[in-house]
């Protein structure tokens, strides 16, 4: 079956204009993660989406930053005003959460380049 | 912050065993051992996860000491297609969070 798709691949972006990214999980998939990861560097959690509800946005930077679930699928990750900073690759995953455990499944993620 | 620790680097032969360790000695007692690797350019891919007992699975297995302060994992024959960022994670869960703290990592160099 498909696995997790991130649009677009690449997005190069002048400072200060806003960029959407987008997230389509696996089928049937309730949990969806945002993750960002700057050159070099390990994950950096954003948000995590159970269903169309985000429990836990502790991890945006900024207000700059929101992302939305609808129909427990789709999610859009939403930077505005984007500064130099942002630069980095935006992974998207989703988990089927089976008991209290689970695993993510990654995308390949969305390189953002803000210039 | 992350709450594992990992050596940035490692080398291993091309069909010898590739042992990486991880200390999590904060790790409590309803938290779990993930690890994870990254291929270059790529989203990271789930290997194993354990919570007390050793697991073992086609991919790797995983040892995890008595008191949970540490693991290993164990790729048994690494191969080329084994060089990647392995990252060792401890899952947090609070309550309907459910998050991975994701430290640097540790780069396997798996050589010819």
């Known amino acids: 079956g498909a696995g997790v798709s991130q649009s677009p691949s690449n997005k190069v972006t002048e400072k200060g204009k806003d960029v959407e990214l987008r997230c389509d999980p696996i089928s049937g998939h309730t949990a969806l993660y945002w993750y960002r990861q700057r050159l070099g560097q390990g994950l950096e959690f954003l948000i995590y989406f159970q269903g169309n509800s985000a429990p836990d946005k502790s991890g945006l930077p900024s207000d700059r930053f929101s992302a939305e679930r609808t129909g427990e699928s789709v999610s859009t990750l939403t930077i505005q005003r984007t500064q130099q900073e942002d630069s980095a690759v935006y992974l998207c995953a989703s988990s089927l959460i089976p008991g209290d455990y689970y695993e993510q499944y990654f995308g390949p993620g969305t390189r953002l380049t803000v210039t | 912050d992350a709450k594992t620790t990992q050596p940035p680097s490692m080398d291993c032969a091309e069909g010898r065993a590739a042992n990486l360790p991880c200390n999590h000695s904060t790790i409590s007692g309803n938290e779990y051992v993930y690890w994870y690797r990254q291929i270059h350019s790529q989203g990271p891919q789930y290997i194993i996860h354990?919570?007390?007992?050793?697991e073992t699975n086609e991919m790797a297995s995983l040892i995890i000491t008595e008191d949970r302060k540490s693991s290993t994992l164990i790729l048994p024959h690494a191969t080329l297609r084994d060089t990647a960022v392995y990252y060792c994670i401890v899952l947090t869960n609070a309550g309907n969070n459910r998050k991975l703290i994701w430290g640097l990592g540790t780069s396997l160099a798996v050589n010819p």
């Open positions: 354990g919570l007390k007992n050793n």
